[in-house]
């Protein structure tokens, strides 16, 4: 429970984070950054993570400092709500990665499962000539997959998560 003297602590604090004071702004990060670590780690496990979501928690807290209204909530629910909110949209973009993943036959063809098909021709079909490309310049070209990503236009993180996946596939599919 505030008591007269953690109000006006927490005014002192508001008023010094709004005047973009760094010692408040260590504060802040002093007083809260474990329990605010916490909240991220009840819906993140990945500890390093985590830590870079805590620290995406305090650039979003700077941003949106102007939108705190005191009267209306604790200073902590303020806080407890964005890391909340940093932790849940990070799970969402992980879940997100996962299900856009795609698999590869040695060949360079898409797997696609039959319960993502429309039609009764699900399978093996040819890849799509972007990716195959892509697949290509690294196996062949001996680029790099930042290079061959930013050469077709595609996006360095997704390349990089869907080739991790493919070489998973690959190196866990029995020899002929």
């Given at each position: 429970?505030?008591t007269?003297?953690?109000?006006?602590?927490?005014?002192?604090?508001?008023?010094?984070?709004k005047?973009n004071?760094?010692?408040?702004?260590?504060t802040?990060?002093?007083?809260?950054?474990?329990?605010?670590?916490?909240?991220?780690?009840?819906?993140?496990?990945?500890?390093?993570?985590?830590?870079?979501?805590?620290?995406?928690t305090?650039?979003?807290?700077?941003?949106?400092?102007?939108?705190?209204?005191?009267?209306?909530?604790?200073?902590?629910?303020?806080?407890f709500?964005?890391?909340?909110?940093?932790?849940?949209?990070?799970?969402?973009?992980?879940?997100?990665?996962?299900?856009?993943?795609?698999?590869?036959?040695?060949?360079?063809?898409?797997?696609?499962?039959?319960?993502?098909?429309?039609?009764?021709?699900?399978?093996?079909?040819?890849?799509?000539?972007?990716?195959?490309?892509?697949?290509?310049?690294?196996?062949?070209?001996?680029?790099?997959?930042?290079?061959?990503?930013?050469?077709?236009?595609?996006?360095?993180?997704?390349?990089?998560?869907?080739?991790?996946?493919?070489?998973?596939?690959?190196?866990?599919?029995?020899?002929?």
């Amino acid at each position: 429970m505030n008591t007269p003297n953690s109000a006006l602590e927490e005014q002192e604090l508001l008023g010094g984070l709004k005047a973009n004071n760094q010692l408040a702004f260590a504060t802040l990060y002093d007083r809260y950054a474990a329990m605010l670590l916490g909240i991220i780690t009840k819906i993140i496990s990945d500890k390093t993570e985590a830590i870079a979501l805590l620290e995406t928690t305090f650039t979003r807290i700077r941003e949106q400092l102007d939108e705190f209204r005191p009267g209306r909530q604790p200073l902590f629910l303020w806080l407890f709500q964005i890391a909340r909110t940093t932790a849940q949209e990070a799970l969402k973009e992980r879940q997100k990665a996962k299900a856009t993943s795609i698999q590869l036959t040695s060949d360079g063809k898409i797997i696609h499962p039959v319960w993502t098909q429309n039609s009764s021709k699900a399978g093996i079909e040819p890849a799509e000539p972007q990716w195959k490309t892509f697949v290509e310049a690294i196996l062949f070209k001996n680029c790099t997959p930042e290079e061959a990503a930013t050469s077709l236009g595609l996006p360095v993180e997704t390349v990089r998560q869907q080739l991790r996946l493919a070489m998973q596939q690959l190196r866990q599919t029995p020899k002929r």
